[in-house]
């Protein structure tokens, strides 16, 4: 993908080990279409050379050379003033506690901190990923400036806990470069559910026959993990209630596994209390075995195969869709439907038997496992294709159209 074609970041690299997860973000973000711009400050030097941060960039680094801020390159030899007007964003990966303390009292000591106070506050994001010792983390004195850059309109990105450098295990290591490069990404995302609460099932059900064997389906979850991310990106909360598939939970969303699809009934109907919007594209097994043994089926040697019974599962869809929230207008459903052919016919009329006001057709085969699709919505006005395109791409254009209908006048 190219989520960050045509955005100019500058990445400040500040005193911390973490220094060297720079030189695999700088490289991620450049990969998803940004161009990138590092400043280091002196301290970083010492973890990484500005030689590495050049040859990964592309670009000359503003290092400790420029540490006064002056620059006899530049028509204006000022560098603080050009680099952050032409910035999209600034992410300080890593920001250590003690750049933080800088940020805090506007201090401007060094290009970098320069750049973070000439900066237009309402034009240019600053983004932090701080980085430190667990116990720096958890000082009163760090969460307050946190608190205090926040309240001055820095986002920051959080930390990932885990064995630290110094040998301790805990709270404020940087975040890794894939999750960083997912939270700016989501950064320039539209706000288009922002307050909202979606809920999404994703992935199949597994149905056990015994304590072995079951009965399951080709669905990977990837739609609808993508979906779960699209709508986090879009500002929602998001709850994701997956069956078994092995993807890993998209940055910021809350999931729920489950199993069986009595199971994903239950975690359905506990947060649909408290939904705005549901995205069922769980594929959820039609039948679950009748009765399920306790010890696993053996071979009696007669040469024939057990019988076996089958019970219908509940329809999770259908079930919250007649709810008293979702009939009042205050539940928006969205359900998805596999087919193998004719599905127009079949998304229309699945549309109207499970009650919902939009349903999206694809063809089960061409998608199961796959990166990309393509889909057909299906609502009272009509059908509209949506051409094929990776699943992330088509997440966010479902999400746009959900948010559409929820606000017709204030989304695009
Ligand atoms: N669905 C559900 N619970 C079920 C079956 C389906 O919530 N027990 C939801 C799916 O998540 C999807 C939609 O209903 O959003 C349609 O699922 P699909 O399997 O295509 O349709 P079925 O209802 O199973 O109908 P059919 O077997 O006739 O195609």
Redo the contacts with the bound molecule.
């Keep these: 993908m190219n989520d960050l074609l045509g955005k100019h970041i500058v990445l400040g690299l500040s005193g911390g080990i973490a220094c060297y997860k720079a030189a695999e973000l700088c490289r991620a973000l450049i990969k998803e279409g940004a161009t990138v711009q590092v400043v280091m400050t002196a301290a970083a030097e010492q973890f990484i050379t500005p030689v590495t941060m050049q040859a990964l960039s592309n670009r000359p680094v503003y290092g400790s050379h420029n540490a006064s801020g002056f620059d006899a390159r530049e028509a204006n030899g000022m560098p603080h003033i050009n680099l952050s007007r032409e910035a999209d964003a600034i992410l300080v990966a890593p920001c250590s506690a003690d750049f933080m303390v800088k940020l805090v009292h506007g201090g401007a000591d060094d290009l970098l901190s320069l750049m973070c106070l000439a900066r237009p506050v309402d034009k240019v994001p600053l983004l932090l990923a701080p980085a430190m010792n667990r116990e720096m983390w958890a000082h009163p004195a760090t969460q307050r400036n946190m608190a205090q850059l926040s309240a001055d309109g820095a986002t920051i990105l959080g930390v990932g806990s885990g064995f630290q450098a110094c040998g301790e295990t805990g709270d404020g290591r940087m975040l890794e470069p894939a999750e960083l490069l997912q939270d700016v990404v989501a950064f320039f995302q539209p706000k288009l559910l922002a307050g909202r609460r979606v809920l999404v ?1 994703a992935g199949p059900t597994f149905e056990a026959l015994d304590p072995i064997r079951g009965i399951t389906n080709h669905s990977s979850g990837k739609m609808g993990f993508a979906i779960a991310r699209a709508a986090q990106e879009a500002g929602a909360q998001v709850t994701l209630v997956a069956g078994p598939v092995h993807l890993p939970t998209p940055r910021g969303v809350q999931r729920i596994d489950v199993k069986s ?1 009595q199971q994903m009934l239950e975690a359905t109907m506990r947060e649909a209390d408290r939904a705005d919007v549901f995205v ?5 097994a ?1 039948w679950r075995p009748a009765t399920h043994s306790e010890q696993k089926i053996k071979k009696d040697g007669s040469g024939q195969p057990p019988v076996l019974h089958f019970t219908e ?6 079930t919250v869709a007649q709810g008293e929230r979702a009939r009042a207008g205050q539940l928006f459903c969205v ?5 193998s052919h004719d599905l127009v016919n ?1 998304a229309q009329a ?1 549309r109207a038997r ?1 009650g919902i006001p939009l349903l999206v057709g694809n063809i089960g085969p061409l998608t199961f496992g796959q990166d990309d699709n393509e889909m057909l919505l299906v609502d009272e006005h009509g059908v509209q294709p949506l051409p094929r395109a990776s699943k992330l791409a088509l997440a966010r254009q479902l999400v746009a159209e959900i948010a559409r209908r929820q606000h017709p006048t204030t989304s695009s």
């Design positions: 099932t699809a069922a594209t769980a594929a959820v039609d599962n509940p329809d999770i869809l259908h359900g998805f439907a596999a087919e079949n699945k499970k």
